[in-house]
């Protein structure tokens, strides 16, 4: 593979309990995804892991969470929609092949869901994340992305 290098110490699993460890994992690495909004309450996270609809899937280095990627599915009439959200490594972890194993762990788990496809959206400024999804196959889509704002 080209790019990044891949760790053996990568540990890639699909959380099925929320515990102090998890909700202290993402008040650490929800802020180096996002500057406005707050990390997830433990009440929040339990939805994501109770919800037959989403798989949350954390990466671990010795053990430690250092990563983690939401996979979100629904069915339309046209087939079983899969989307990528919220992928997010440590800084202390970058370079180690974390995001390209999180990222291939939720393309295998649509594929054996049934997903045709599955899609994700990245800010252009996101360089080496860009990177990282042509490096994977993904393929820049034509298309206009609009969002209406609910809340503030």
């Known amino acids: 593979m080209t790019g990044a290098s891949v ?3 990568v540990v890639i699993e699909v959380a099925t309990v929320v515990d102090e ?3 202290e994992a993402f ?5 180096q995804l996002s ?3 707050p990390p997830p309450s433990p009440n929040e996270l339990q939805a994501i892991v109770d919800s037959a609809d989403s798989l949350l899937f954390v990466a671990r280095v010795s053990g430690r969470i250092v990563g983690s990627l939401t996979l979100a599915l629904y069915r339309i ?3 079983l929609k899969a989307w990528i959200e919220d992928v997010v490594v440590d800084d202390s972890a970058r370079g ?3 995001g390209d194993r999180l990222n291939r ?5 649509a594929a054996a869901r049934g ?3 599955v899609s994700l959206t990245s800010r252009s400024s996101r360089e080496a994340a860009n990177r990282l999804y042509q490096r994977l196959g993904f393929q820049p889509y034509e298309t206009n992305l609009y969002r209406y704002q609910i809340s503030s």
Do not use: H, Q
């Not at 762990?105 to 788990?109: F, G, K, R, S, T």
């Open 115 to 117: 997903a045709k496809n």
């Open 35 to 37: 500057a406005s909004s």
């Open 7 to 9: 760790s053996d110490d």
């Open 96 to 98: 180690r092949g974390v």
């Open 77 to 79: 009439p046209t087939g």
């Open 27 to 31: 008040a650490r690495l929800i802020p």
């Open 105 to 109: 762990a939720a393309i295998d788990a």
């Open 21 to 23: 460890e998890l909700v």
